[in-house]
């Protein structure tokens, strides 16, 4: 699944009204951040800050499960069996060498709920997972 990338924006003003705040981290809570940035502005609707948020998907709502309902913490250690556990645990070292190369988040290359399908379900050729072993 490809990461989709998407764009939100809040304005908070100094003197305004504190569920605009509660919005904007119930937001941030809700979704996988990927970058904030936070600029004063002094516009139309007098100074405050504005917030660009970028985040991202894949293809629903990022910390929610398919009924919408947020997420719970996998321990995989209980949900793969030791073999597969360790091939998950290359693929996260994999995943994090990948992700300094490029400046991004590790959850930006693959999220963990990625790796662990890859693991269940391993490519029928077996030359790609000997290479991941190295």
Request: some cysteine; aromatic content about 10%.
């Given at each position: ?17 504190k569920s605009v705040t509660d919005e904007l ?50 321990d995989y250690r209980e949900v793969l069996n ?53």
């Open positions: 699944m490809p990461l989709l990338t998407q764009y939100a924006s809040f304005y908070i003003s100094p003197f305004g009204e981290n119930a937001f941030l809570r809700s979704h996988r951040i990927i970058n904030v940035e936070k600029r004063l502005i002094d516009g139309e609707r007098g100074t405050g800050w504005l917030f660009l948020i970028e985040y991202g998907g894949s293809g629903s709502e990022s910390g929610k499960n398919a009924s919408g309902a947020p997420s719970q913490r996998v030791p073999a597969e556990y360790a091939r998950f645990d290359a693929l996260r070292s994999l995943r994090k060498e990948i992700a300094e190369k490029s400046s991004i988040p590790v959850y930006a290359v693959f999220t963990n709920d990625q790796l662990a399908h890859m693991v269940k379900h391993p490519p029928k050729i077996q030359f790609v997972m000997r290479c991941l072993h190295h």
